[in-house]
């Protein structure tokens, strides 16, 4: 029998091992977000709105989670989901508006066809999807408007974090938001409204960027490394989305998502 040392061998199961670790790790950090849902036994006495208190929920996010009808009655020995909290935050997986995340489900995405999400400010601290829409189409002369696939408004012109979906994304449009016309090919568009060379955008946009980023990255096929801002991907300079965008922060927020 050969008992000679084989350092070939050796290295080919540390790599083994070692993929097998970090395949299991992953299994386990994705079934522990996955785990952030949890289970409440019915009390009696208990109402949707009482429960739903107790977790800081809306009662219509409890009950749309359960598949309750609009009566939002509950019985004592019933078992309910209670959704992961919707402001999740860093690592967590922040819920979207069911309209949202219909739209995002609903398009008809060509596998491998996008390859990068990237965000952009406005660079102007009012604004609404019609306005930029008009902007890009009779000013800029772009044929398809509006030149983003995703809008997150800041309370002025929009609601605070309120997204709304755009055209190019529910027809699966190419973009007309960067420089290169081959990277309008593969690249989705996210713009925040607000100028964040003078401020940072407010704490309501960036919990729907994350949200929508994450919700994007599951039905696009991405990791974290496919989300870039404007800045980081353009061929020609730009400070969008400006030097108060928090991107370290936000890119380092942004977890592998579970399949
Ligand atoms: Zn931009």
């Not at 800081?56 to 019933?78: K, T, W």
């Not at 290169?180 to 060379?197: P, R, T």
Request: aromatic share 8%; glycine share 8%.
């Amino acid at each position: 029998m050969n008992r000679r040392w084989r350092p070939a061998h050796f290295l080919k199961s540390a790599a083994l091992r070692a993929t097998f670790l970090l395949v299991a790790w992953l299994a386990l950090s994705c079934a522990a977000a996955k785990a952030a849902e949890e289970f409440y036994s019915v009390k009696r006495g208990d109402t949707i709105y009482s429960i739903a208190r107790q977790y800081s929920l809306a009662p219509a996010e409890l009950a749309d989670r359960n598949g309750l009808s609009r009566s939002f009655h509950v019985y004592a020995g019933q078992r309910l989901i209670v959704p992961a909290r919707s402001r999740a935050g860093p690592g967590g997986y922040p819920a979207l508006p069911r309209a949202i995340q219909r739209a995002i489900d609903l398009a008809p995405v060509q596998p491998g066809r996008w390859k990068y999400i990237v965000v952009h400010h406005s660079g102007v601290d009012t604004g609404t999807v019609k306005g930029m829409d008009y902007y890009h189409r009779e000013v800029r002369h772009m044929e398809n408007g509006l030149a983003y696939d995703f809008v997150i408004g800041n309370g002025s012109g929009m609601g605070d974090g309120e997204i709304a979906v755009g055209p190019r994304w529910t027809q699966q449009l190419d973009g007309g938001h960067l420089a290169s016309e081959a990277q309008n090919k593969i690249a989705l568009g996210i713009c925040l409204v607000g100028n964040f060379d003078e401020h940072r955008p407010t704490l309501r946009e960036m919990d729907s960027l994350r949200a929508l980023v994450q919700a994007l990255m599951v039905r696009c096929n991405l990791t974290p490394s496919a989300v870039k801002t404007h800045q980081q991907i353009n061929i020609i300079h730009t400070r969008c989305p400006g030097a108060k965008f928090p991107t370290q922060s936000f890119l380092a927020s942004l977890p592998t998502p579970c399949r």
